[in-house]
């Protein structure tokens, strides 16, 4: 994209351990990336340790900065109805978007999509209301 110079802006969903390699970012942003859409989920611990999520609240602090740097949008997508998720924690995740100067965001509801292993462990507990899924859309 860079060598054919093609001069278009574009961007692209992405996990926040992009970060971790700051030539593609740089690479990204030379490319013409302009907004970059980034499932974060949540910033309580006890809900990314229940997702396996595999990242920190300082990870994701780091990947905002590390994007902003490069005068990329950040949009950061994040999740509530984890069983680890309280009124406190979605405020926590408000005032941390806020905080952070996230450019937008996106709050969705964990959706038990057919065939996930979330799915199934909802079906096993006799926790599924609902399977007309038409209904479901995972927002609010």
Known sequence: MIRLRLGFKWSTQVRSDIARD???LDLMAEAGCTSLYI???SVDPAALKEMNK???VDEIRRAIREIRKRRI??????VFGFDSDTPATTR???TFALAEKIDTT???ILTPLPGSGFYTKMLAEGRLIDKAWDTYDATM
């Open 106 to 108: 996106q709050f969705l």
């Open 22 to 24: 700051q030539e593609m």
């Open 39 to 41: 499932g974060f989920e």
């Open 54 to 56: 595999n990242q920190t």
């Open 73 to 78: 949008h950040v949009h950061g997508m994040f």
């Open 92 to 94: 926590a995740t408000v």
